[in-house]
């Protein structure tokens, strides 16, 4: 099983860190990182990754992962990553993202009239680019699954790994991942931080 | 503040990455990538991280972030993260580790004594490298933070940024990353997950 990984430059590491780990440790998966050019990308707070594929190179994969930055506006224009996902997602058996990397499978037309869901901070703008919004942590339509902020590449990716391989498999990978979270503080949504925390970070993420 | 994350080959890419994501947007971090070399540094399951320092450049830092590995017992034999502790450790503010990495810690003498946490599957083998280990998923002591396995290095470093900036800060942070875990499975402990997924995995994990 081929596993895609899009690379581009601003990315969320941890986005793509989260899945790769659940993923690509199956030992069934060959993992791929895809990016416009063989050169290494720089992450959004400094981690350089080196892909193994350019867009161009690989266009087939069973699995697609998209992971999302802070900067989605400005991968939306670059349009390498959406031109990828129109020629990779209609033989892909999963299309995937993560955080604000659903904007770039809506933006490639796959997230129209469907079930999504997203960062927090973005919803209305995923819902303007035609999705169908939903506040959940992971959302599965078809062949399409979709993650709440960051984070939540991880449940995605752990679902993913169920509905694949199953339970017993998926607990295993929980396991050895020493999954059993237990947040410092109970701040992780709108819904449970602070008022003033949210207001912050509402005005911090706010697309510019 | 100048944080330090130490690559070496077949480390787990998650165990750096949920901490990295934490700290490094922290806008008074800068972040470093410190290896034996200046070679790109593969982890465990193929994705390839760039390092902006070599352990002989970078011998300072006020945090020190150590991520574990499957092969931690090739990482203790190899030594150059453990002699790099050996000379980064007694200046920096911050000392900590990520799942197996706790057990580099121990090899420098960091962990003599102390209380500390690692990977559920290797409790006896830190034990015997001279620390008092605890099941905690994050551990402070004094000045050295530890973490369980591979996820928990996210409880770890939002632990760290409450004690760095302060509780409003961590509650940010955790609420950027969204994190607000649903694992889609209750198998994230040896406690919780199936019998049958425990034995399975402790045999896949015992060291060789």
Chains 1, 2 share one sequence.
């Not at 770039?104 to 129209?112: E, F, S, V, Y």
């Not at 498999?169 to 059993?180: G, I, N, S, W």
């Not at 503080?185 to 912050?200: D, I, K, M, N, W």
């Amino acid at each position: 099983m081929d596993i895609a990984f899009a690379l581009y430059p601003g990315m969320t590491a941890l986005d793509l860190v989260g899945p790769y780990d659940v993923l690509a440790n199956q030992p069934e998966v060959t993992a791929h990182f895809v990016a416009a050019s063989p050169d290494p990308v720089r992450c959004d707070a400094g981690l350089v990754l080196v892909p193994t594929a350019t867009f161009d190179e690989l266009t087939t994969a069973d699995v697609l992962v998209v992971p999302g930055s802070g900067r989605w506006a400005e991968a939306l224009e670059d349009g390498a990553v959406t031109a990828w996902l129109r020629r990779a997602h209609p033989t892909a058996t999963w299309t995937t993202s993560v955080c604000t990397g659903s904007t770039l499978l809506a933006r490639a037309g796959i997230l129209t009239g469907r079930p999504a869901t997203t960062h927090w901070a973005v919803r209305d703008e995923l819902a303007a680019l035609g999705a169908l919004v939903r506040t959940d942590r992971v959302v599965v339509d078809g062949s399409v699954i979709t993650a709440a902020g960051v984070s939540a590449g991880i449940d995605m990716a752990l679902t993913l790994v169920g509905l694949v391989w199953g339970d017993r498999r998926a607990e295993f990978t929980q396991l050895v991942l020493e999954y059993d979270p237990r947040p410092p503080y109970r701040a992780g949504s709108p819904e449970t931080a602070p008022a003033e925390v949210v207001a912050f970070a509402r005005d911090v993420l706010r697309p510019r």
